[in-house]
């Protein structure tokens, strides 16, 4: 699978404020690269996102997702959209 890249990705985040308010974010990801050529690759990621703050008026437990291209012609220039 010389074309295909992929990554696990996760994140936690516990933050105290100076007033006492908690606020905590976890993320879980996957991401993928296929490589239709060199110079272009297809890209996906989807996982699962819950962030708790006292600032949001409701909290975040969802799935996430994105797709898009990545356009990368010389060393120099690298394009995710």
Not at 17 to 38: L, N, P, Q, T
Not at 48 to 77: M, Q, Y
Request: aromatic fraction near 12%; glycine fraction near 8%.
């Amino acid at each position: 699978y010389g074309r295909l890249h992929w990554t696990l990705r996760g994140s936690y985040d516990d933050r105290t404020r100076g007033d006492g308010r908690r606020s905590r974010e976890v993320i879980a990801e996957a991401d993928a690269e296929y490589r239709v050529v060199r110079w272009l690759g297809v890209l996906a990621s989807a996982g699962w996102e819950k962030i708790e703050d006292p600032d949001l008026s409701a909290n975040i437990d969802d799935f996430i997702w994105s797709a898009g291209l990545r356009f990368n012609p010389t060393r120099n220039t690298d394009v995710s959209l």
